[in-house]
Structure formats: C-alpha cells, structure tokens
T-cell receptor, first 113, second 114 residues
C-alpha cells in the first residue's frame, strides 16, 4: 500500500514568488493536513481538508492556502514568499478527521532566497 | 494557543539503557500521539492514546495518557542503535464531531553511544 506522496521533494524559490506543493494521501484516506516544520518553531499546523472542504485552520497568514480535490489529493499554495517561509512542509493523511493516527509524507523542503 | 512542553530536549545514552521522555500541556487533550522522525523523513507514528489513564505498548515502547489529560510519557526499553532520532509528542483536542490540528512538542533528540 503506497504511503503519503509529496512532490516535489526540494524546491528553491525567490522572495515574492509563489509556490504550489502537492500531496497524494494513502488510498482511502479522506483527510489531508498540512504542517510547517522549522528549527525555531517546530511543527505547526497549517490546515486540514476533508471531503474537499477546509475543516480546520492554524494560525498562519492568508498567504498560505490550500485545496483538496475529489480524489482527496491536496495542494497548498504560498503566495508572496518571504525568507521566513523556508521550511519543511509536511502533509499527513488519515481516514477521518478524528482518527488521530495521521500518516505523514516525507515532506517538501522549500528554500526561499 | 496551546503549548506542549516536551523534555528532555536531548538525551545521550548507552546502548541497552532504558529511555524516558514526557510531555506536559497547559490545556487538556483527548488524544496523545508519539512520533519518531529520522533525518530527511516525515514523522512516523509510534503509539496513539485515546483515553485518560491508558497505557499502551508497541514492542519495546510504552506510552501512557495522563489521568489529568494534560500529560503523556514515552518509555523505550533496552535501546538499540536504530532508536536514534527525534521523538515528538502531539496532542489533539476533539469536540463536537470535529478536531483541532495536532499540537506538537519541540522534540526529544535521542543519541545512542555504542
């Protein structure tokens, strides 16, 4: 059974640009969450999608957005990139929102220069 | 927002030793999770706890959900080299059929000296 797949693995962008990251959940999983991991702040919740609807949102500015498609695949977008957006972006999937046992992908390492 | 205090921040131990780490919170959770993260990879779920007082084992790992719902600990017995990595606790609050996102501790970096 394939795990959570995130693409691309690595990305370098310039300040002011925008970026789109992709996540394919485990087959059958309908909930997809996104997390930002930095050395200073650790792992922080961005948002969670279930059945194409955003169900929860963390404390991030509106430059961070996402969406989920009918096949449960999800994308997150960051507009007007700042240096501080450099981080490992992790996607996690689970059967339902309240399942608790989220499975994480390997992440996309975003570097903003 | 909610904060999790995870300790210790790092541990240097000898192979074969037992390890203990814990997390405390200023507010309650109704799910506690323990993850391990290796370099360049995402966190991998080790143990999930869903009920206050619950004690759960997974091989050499044992974790407990505190009675107050504000803390959890993870023990690793007889450590081996592959236990090296960063261990994270995470709490989740579920209410009204929904749930908040996971709140993570800052991690415990486990280093094993042969």
């Amino acid at each position: 059974k394939a795990g959570v797949t995130q693409t691309p693995r690595y990305l370098i962008k310039t300040r002011g640009q925008q970026v789109t990251l992709s996540c394919s959940p485990i087959s059958g999983h309908r909930s997809v969450s996104w997390y930002q991991q930095t050395p200073g702040q650790g792992l922080q919740f961005l948002f969670e999608y279930f059945s194409e609807t955003q169900r929860n949102k963390g404390n991030f500015p509106g430059r961070f957005s996402g969406r989920q498609f009918s096949n449960s695949r999800s994308e997150m977008n960051v507009s007007t990139l700042e240096l501080g957006d450099s981080a490992l972006y992790l996607c996690a999937s689970s059967l339902f929102i309240t399942a608790g046992g989220y499975t994480f992908g390997s992440g996309t390492r975003l570097t903003v220069v | 927002g909610q904060q999790l205090n995870q300790s210790p921040q790092s541990m240097f131990i000898q192979e074969g030793e037992d390890v203990s780490m814990n997390c405390t919170s200023s507010s309650i959770f109704n799910t506690w999770l323990w993850y391990k993260q290796d370099p360049g990879e995402g966190p991998v779920l080790l143990i999930a706890l869903y009920k206050a007082g619950e004690l759960t084992s997974n091989g050499r790992l044992t974790a407990q959900f505190g009675i107050t719902r504000k803390d959890s600990f993870l023990n690793i017995s007889a450590s081996i080299p592959s236990d090296v990595g960063i261990y994270f606790c995470a709490g989740q609050l579920q209410a009204g059929g929904g749930a908040d996102g996971l709140t993570f501790g800052k991690g415990t970096h486990l280093i094993i000296q042969p």
